[in-house]
């Protein structure tokens, strides 16, 4: 680079675009080919950047980090296999409709005929998990493809926008800062989608919203229960939210369950279905002899309004279609803190520790698997706060989303809820929360096996598990020890053994600022 | 199934061919997708399964067991975004030339179109790191597909080849047991590359043979000993080996250095380079102003044998062309085990300690990056031992290659070395190692920082780190507790702060069964 270049290098370009784009938050795992990257980021202000120690704990971070900042992060990764490390929590992050900015390093394009020893094709790798993949060809388009980055990844719902910058593109001249679009708006809700609706939830059918994406906000929530009150209708929710607001002064809904069985009975007498930023409900694996498509035969579906859409407005003219914008919405809950209980650890016992003892505005990451499946009702009379469900289902989004999310929200509690099982895959966050002082508990439910994979197993209909099988589910032999993984990685670690231990680890975690982990074992 | 089904479903036909054809050890990682393959393994004899709590291990413990093994391990992944997390090690193995028969879940066939939140594009995240990918289109093909897929990973050098197997084609009934092919026979030397090779080291010009693959064990390094001692030729070995056989008896060659400049260097006066299972060097990375071809210029490049041909039998025909078979091999150590050094911690005291210490016909599996580079001298006097490198460059691939290793030869002692910033990537295949009770020592060099690419900022031109890029490439802050996170895995570990204490540490845990690991502190 020329030092008197007037916008610096290729890298200098981009880290700058994404400043002036409001993209201020960069989630890294760089390498070589990153340097001059890495570099650009020491020259100019605005960038905060979090290091992690392995790639999925950088993308589960942007995941984390868009659902609550509502605007998307961006990722730095060392070439194809470090790409590759990112890859699951990006599949996650695409299926929640997050936005993420991912900056992939490429060898100098000369360099290529080489085929050097990380030599891969990135653009093929990114693309599964990708909306848009894009490499830069020269330094001087770095900073017009870098807005174009921002631009994908900021369409509602948050897409994932792959940059390939090869190195040559980062340490050769620049051009100028570029602006990204304004992202695009929502699509309104269409009149004849709202009386569709309403005719549907007033035909004299059992009819159930089904709510998801942002229409799982308190607004929208409040404006379904005022439609709910109107017209007697349930208020059901995807099984995976990107972002459920909850808890006191909130309207509620019934989670629809992972495992068919109740999943199909709670559907059974739904025969209208109106969905609003929600898919019609399906089994999460096929299991012989049951159905993929959860809704009753006959059920009639009807859609107010897509993922992407401008749900809340939908909600709105809905609710004015059927005159019930003053009233009183159904399902609000109340506070209800319960008393500390005690005894033994149970699925119950832990949920009341927790909404006994969740701070307002807590943030809670669930990827708690067997364990959380049964908290949502007594959640739902906690303090108010936001619950972030893994969404595409690959284990090991939990740690590094509680991460990003501390990042979105400093002032707030963030509360992850961990099966010891997918704890395991991307453990290496708990340093990273370590390095940024980040305000987060961590509770791993040490049940020391794959449960979800032991009732999996049967229901699949391949038998009970033997020794071998037995062997591929299970976490004992040994025991993890998360009190000296938490201290591994410079966190504080506890192990509660009861309920009473429970809460006071917990009490004692969320009076002292900084990330703590409690093993909770059952 | 039909219980009365004379094969079993299309899982058992699988693990039956698997197993008839010698691929008898399974590294898994199971989900929903996969528990008829779990069940499987229960029903029938022969397989040995090996769980990974984290996909990476499984895929590179794949490639550590190829390297030792010479044969291929199956892996079991789970549907796309566990093979994703695979990528970055089968990446690794692609480029060692190491044989994997993965088998990865796919929900039903006919739930695919409910797009579930697993749902990916499994064939293109395959597609990158692998050589051949199918997937199996009805029960009654898979043990014939599995064959194939065998028959595909042993191909010399090996190949990663990826069968996917939705579900409905594991729990329906399958077909007979089905035959993998001979593996084929590697290339047979050609006369004239003979005797092209020979011209070349006997034109008077400095000659070098550069060797890779598997022209670096035992015996072909003992030929190219005679003709290097009958041709005055030096032996060098690519930087990065799949295998290379060395120590007390063996014929040492000189690696090319990982920097340009020294490898530059060594190669300057190289007029003519005969290669032997190895490609003309190149540059890890391209770096502004220099090379990324590292022969000097008007070097003559010579193929005796690629990668996949018959090494040995070239070298042997080479030797016979030149009157060698009964020359002297130069270049042959003799045991030197140094006196264990004392006081402060440097890379030379490491490998004096490792060479006085290491036991005969041990497998050090090295991923120490910066610290280990200079241990080639000290360790070509230890007793023999294989020494394995990660090829493909993507970091987090010496625990579990040694995790790989130690079940390929369970009767020999492992020792990974480990830079603390690449062990991090993949910490979870201690605990495998803790459960299947394998010998391997780590030793994890922590010099709490990517040591690398601090000097790689500066080799890019990218100037000194300021604040920013220091906190990208530092470990500290805080330091990781590796005593903590190997006793968190249920690994036995120790603290070394001098060459003294590391003597202590890795004697004592040479005398004990099982892993263990030793931090040194640096």
């Known amino acids: 680079m020329n030092p008197e270049s007037r916008n610096g290098n290729g890298a200098d370009s981009l880290v700058k675009t994404l400043v002036a784009n409001g993209v201020d938050v960069c989630f890294t795992n760089p390498g070589t080919s990153e340097m001059h990257f890495v570099s650009a980021l020491d020259r100019i202000d605005g960038m905060r950047c979090v290091l992690g120690l392995f790639e999925g704990v950088v993308a589960g971070a942007a995941d984390g980090y868009y659902r609550i900042a509502d605007k998307p992060a961006s990722t730095l990764l060392h070439l194809g296999p470090g790409l590759a490390n990112g890859l699951a929590n990006l599949h996650n992050a695409k299926k929640a409709g997050s936005g993420i900015v991912n900056i992939v390093g490429e060898h100098a394009s000369y360099h290529l005929e080489c085929n050097a020893p990380l030599t891969t094709d990135i653009e093929a790798i990114a693309t599964p998990m990708s909306h848009w993949v894009r490499t830069s060809h020269s330094a001087a388009d770095v900073a017009r493809d870098g807005a174009a980055a921002i631009t994908e990844a900021r369409q509602p719902p948050g897409r994932i926008a792959t940059l390939v910058l090869p190195a040559d593109t980062a340490w050769n001249d620049g051009a100028a800062v570029a602006q990204a679009e304004a992202p695009a708006a929502r699509r309104a809700p269409e009149t004849a989608s709202v009386a569709d609706a309403a005719r549907a939830l007033t035909r004299?059918?059992?009819?159930?919203?089904?709510?998801?994406?942002?229409?799982?906000?308190?607004?929208?929530?409040?404006?379904?229960?005022?439609?709910?009150?109107?017209?007697?209708?349930?208020?059901?929710?995807?099984?995976?939210?990107?972002?459920?607001?909850?808890?006191?002064?909130?309207?509620?809904?019934?989670?629809?369950?992972?495992?068919?069985?109740?999943?199909?009975?709670?559907?059974?007498?739904?025969?209208?279905?109106?969905?609003?930023?929600?898919?019609?409900?399906?089994?999460?694996?096929?299991?012989?002899?049951?159905?993929?498509?959860?809704?009753?035969?006959?059920?009639?579906?009807?859609?107010?309004?897509?993922?992407?859409?401008?749900?809340?407005?939908?909600?709105?003219?809905?609710?004015?279609?059927?005159?019930?914008?003053?009233?009183?919405?159904?399902?609000?809950?109340?506070?209800?803190?319960?008393?500390?209980?005690?005894?033994?650890?149970?699925?119950?016992?832990?949920?009341?520790?927790?909404?006994?003892?969740?701070?307002?505005?807590?943030?809670?990451?669930?990827?708690?698997?067997?364990?959380?499946?049964?908290?949502?009702?007594?959640?739902?009379?906690?303090?108010?706060?936001?619950?972030?469900?893994?969404?595409?289902?690959?284990?090991?989004?939990?740690?590094?989303?509680?991460?990003?999310?501390?990042?979105?929200?400093?002032?707030?509690?963030?509360?992850?809820?961990?099966?010891?099982?997918?704890?395991?895959?991307?453990?290496?966050?708990?340093?990273?929360?370590?390095?940024?002082?980040?305000?987060?508990?961590?509770?791993?439910?040490?049940?020391?096996?794959?449960?979800?994979?032991?009732?999996?197993?049967?229901?699949?209909?391949?038998?009970?598990?033997?020794?071998?099988?037995?062997?591929?589910?299970?976490?004992?032999?040994?025991?993890?020890?998360?009190v000296s993984l938490a201290r591994g990685h410079g966190v504080d670690g506890q192990r509660a053994d009861d309920l009473d231990g429970l809460a006071k680890c917990l009490s004692r975690a969320l009076a002292a600022p900084g990330p703590s982990l409690i093993e909770v074992v059952i």
Chains 1, 2 share one sequence.
């Open 204 to 482: 004299g059918h059992p009819a159930a919203l089904l709510l998801g994406d942002i229409a799982v906000r308190e607004e929208a929530l409040l404006l379904a229960g005022r439609i709910a009150a109107k017209t007697g209708c349930r208020i059901l929710s995807e099984y995976a939210l990107a972002r459920l607001q909850r808890g006191a002064g909130r309207v509620t809904t019934e989670r629809i369950p992972y495992a068919v069985d109740p999943a199909l009975a709670m559907l059974k007498d739904v025969g209208e279905l109106v969905l609003v930023g929600a898919r019609v409900p399906v089994a999460f694996f096929a299991y012989p002899g049951k159905p993929g498509v959860l809704t009753a035969p006959g059920c009639q579906v009807t859609t107010l309004a897509a993922s992407g859409d401008e749900q809340l407005a939908a909600l709105q003219a809905l609710a004015e279609h059927l005159g019930a914008t003053s009233t009183r919405p159904a399902h609000l809950a109340r506070l209800d803190r319960p008393g500390l209980p005690s005894g033994a650890i149970t699925p119950e016992g832990i949920a009341a520790v927790l909404a006994a003892l969740l701070p307002e505005h807590a943030i809670v990451v669930d990827e708690s698997i067997t364990t959380g499946r049964g908290f949502n009702p007594a959640m739902s009379a906690a303090a108010p706060h936001d619950w972030l469900n893994i969404v595409g289902g690959s284990i090991g989004w939990g740690l590094p989303a509680a991460t990003g999310a501390a990042i979105a929200a400093p002032e707030r509690t963030v509360i992850a809820l961990e099966g010891d099982g997918s704890a395991m895959y991307t453990l290496q966050a708990l340093w990273t929360m370590a390095r940024e002082s980040l305000n987060v508990k961590v509770l791993v439910f040490a049940n020391r096996r794959y449960r979800i994979l032991q009732g999996e197993l049967a229901n699949v209909g391949a038998g009970t598990p033997g020794r071998k099988a037995d062997d591929m589910l299970s976490l004992d032999r040994p025991a993890l020890d998360w």
